[in-house]
C-alpha cells in the first residue's frame, strides 16, 4: 500500500502554512530525502497562493471555496495532487516567463508555474466536475 497523506480546507490565505507543514511532516515520517521534501513544499507553496489569491471570480468579495492536497509517497517518486473549486484555470496553459530579461522588464505572473515544471517529472492539469486538478511528480530515485 502507497503511504499517503490527504488534507482538505478552506481556501483562505490562513491555512497555508498549515498545509505545507503538515505535508513536510508527513514526507519526514515517510523517510523522504530533505532535498525532495522542499521541492514539493516549495510547488505547494506556489500553487495554493495561487489558488487563494486568483480562485474566486473577480465579482465574488468573499470565498467559500476549498483545496484539497493529496501527496502519494511511491518507491520512485511522489505524486502531489492539489484540487480545488475555484475559476477553471490551466496553469500550463501558460507560456514560460522571459527569466533572462530584468526585473523592471519581465511581464507580471508565470513564474509560480514555470518553477514547478523545473522541479518536477512531470505535470499535469485537467478540470472535471467543477474542479481544478493539478497534479505534478517528483522522481526521488531507488
Do not use: W
Request: proline share 4%.
Amino acid at each position: 500500500m502507497v503511504p499517503t497523506f490527504s488534507l482538505r480546507v478552506p481556501a483562505e490565505a490562513s491555512h497555508l502554512n498549515t498545509v505545507i507543514e503538515k505535508v513536510a511532516a508527513f514526507l519526514k515520517a515517510e523517510d523522504v530525502a530533505e532535498r525532495h521534501s522542499h521541492r514539493i513544499c516549495l510547488s505547494l507553496d506556489e500553487v495554493l497562493s495561487n489558488i487563494i489569491e486568483h480562485g474566486a471570480p473577480q465579482s465574488l468579495k468573499r470565498r467559500d471555496g476549498f483545496m484539497e492536497v493529496v501527496v502519494a509517497v511511491h518507491e520512485d517518486r511522489i505524486v502531489t495532487t492539489v484540487v480545488d473549486d475555484g475559476t477553471s484555470f490551466n496553469p500550463l496553459l501558460m507560456r514560460d516567463p522571459d527569466v533572462s530579461s530584468g526585473l523592471d522588464d519581465r511581464d507580471i505572473g508565470g513564474l509560480g508555474i514555470h518553477l514547478i515544471r523545473k522541479l518536477s517529472s512531470a505535470v499535469r492539469y485537467e478540470r472535471a466536475d467543477g474542479v481544478n486538478r493539478l497534479t505534478f511528480e517528483n522522481a526521488i530515485g531507488s
